[in-house]
């Protein structure tokens, strides 16, 4: 059974530094790309990052290129996304996601992990 | 303001069928990209409806079914049930913005 498990969610001061974590287990996580969505209370779905399994390449949304870095490591099984310098817009929940196809889809999500950016 | 769009809310009585639409541009849908659907119950996260804009993944119910033509796409439910009330999203690829989702369709079962 595929269960992907979010971490490390809180609240973070704007400016400040939070990094997300997500324990994958169920499907063989070094050979699978990998995302980040999230969703502002009460909104949509909005992606966010995506790294490949097979040669770690990245990929960001405009809204945080240069603020956040996703990365993983396979020897944990865990994909992580690092956020500096958040934003309040930045608060939302954030969706661990495994990637199903190419272009991809999402074929399994996690619970989610609550981050809220506030002084 | 979202890149696919949506319906904000569809409704239907039990047992009726009922359609969401999500409607792109040649960048995305019209491009040939794959349209996808996920259903999200309230209070928890997103789940895979419906893949490669036709296919279920394994447990979903031949009640919901996916197409896709030109622009567009939709995603009809029948035989409506109280359990299917949730918020539906559509996603795609974009040539210009990498992956899309629509704003999001709320189905109320009435």
């Known amino acids: 059974e595929v269960q992907l498990v979010e971490s490390g969610g809180g609240l973070v001061q704007p400016g400040g530094s939070l990094r997300l974590s997500c324990a994958a287990s169920?499907?063989?996580?070094?050979?699978?790309?990998m995302s980040w969505v999230r969703q502002a209370p009460g909104k949509g779905l909005e992606w966010v990052s995506a790294?490949?399994?097979?040669?770690?390449?990245?990929y960001y949304a405009d809204s945080v290129r240069g603020r956040f870095t996703i990365s993983r490591d396979n020897s944990k099984n865990t994909l992580y996304l690092q956020m500096n310098n958040p934003r309040a817009e930045d608060t939302a929940f954030y969706y661990c996601a495994k990637e199903g196809g190419i272009p991809p889809w999402v074929d399994y999500w996690g619970q989610g992990a609550l981050v809220t950016v506030s002084s | 303001q979202s890149v696919l769009t949506q319906p904000p809310s569809v409704s239907g009585a039990p047992g009726q069928r009922v359609t969401i639409s999500c409607s792109g541009s040649?960048?995305?849908?019209?491009?040939?990209?794959?349209v996808h659907w996920y259903q999200q119950l309230p209070g928890t996260a997103p789940k895979l409806l419906i893949y490669?804009?036709?296919n279920r993944p394994s447990g979903v119910p031949d009640r919901f079914s996916g197409s896709k033509s030109g622009t567009s796409a939709s995603l009809a439910i029948t035989g409506l049930q109280a359990e299917d009330e949730a918020d539906y999203y559509c996603?795609?690829?974009?040539?210009?913005?990498?992956?899309?989702f629509g704003g999001g369709t709320k189905l109320t079962v009435l």
């Open positions: 996603q795609s690829f974009d040539s210009r913005s990498a992956w899309v």
């Open positions: 169920g499907f063989t996580f070094s050979s699978s790309a």
């Open positions: 040649s960048s995305n849908i019209g491009a040939g990209y794959d």
């Open positions: 490669a804009n036709i």
């Open positions: 790294i490949s399994g097979s040669d770690g390449r990245t």
